[in-house]
């Protein structure tokens, strides 16, 4: 087998060299400060506390008859039963629907909630909006 000409293996090797230094550079170094910066004088950081109660999922159907259903879940990160009231609003166009719903949830737990709307609920796909909030 004959070997390549000397002058292609040059220029091939300049190619190859010409090609890698990009590659070939500093590495990335990090970004950013190495440690959080230290808290104000007199002011420790705290964390906030998160609320016993809160909406751990919530979903939207059509009922039999073509209306919207708001149905979900109120969670209990505490250690006592607690009464939670769940605000669910629909929005179509320029009208807003409200209902309000009261669920008992026990300890470390969850409990089922669930509102019916006369609003389609094709039309609510196209073009509503939901917020589900515990007040």
Request: glycine share 12%.
């Amino acid at each position: 087998m004959k070997s390549p000409r000397p002058t292609t293996r040059r220029g091939l090797l300049a190619l190859l060299v010409g090609l890698s230094s990009g590659c070939l550079g500093s590495p990335p170094s990090a970004t950013g400060p190495r440690r959080p910066p230290a808290p104000p004088e007199g002011q420790p950081r705290n964390t906030p506390a998160q609320p016993d109660l809160y909406v751990s999922t919530f979903d939207y159907e059509a009922t039999d008859g073509g209306s919207l259903r708001v149905f979900g879940e109120v969670g209990n990160r505490g250690g006592v039963e607690r009464v939670a009231t769940v605000r669910v609003r629909v929005r179509m166009g320029d009208e807003t629907y409200a209902q309000e719903r009261s669920v008992s949830v026990s300890p470390s737990g969850t409990a089922a909630f669930s509102a019916t709307f006369d609003v389609s609920a094709e039309e609510f796909e196209r073009a509503g909006g939901l917020d589900v909030t515990l007040v």
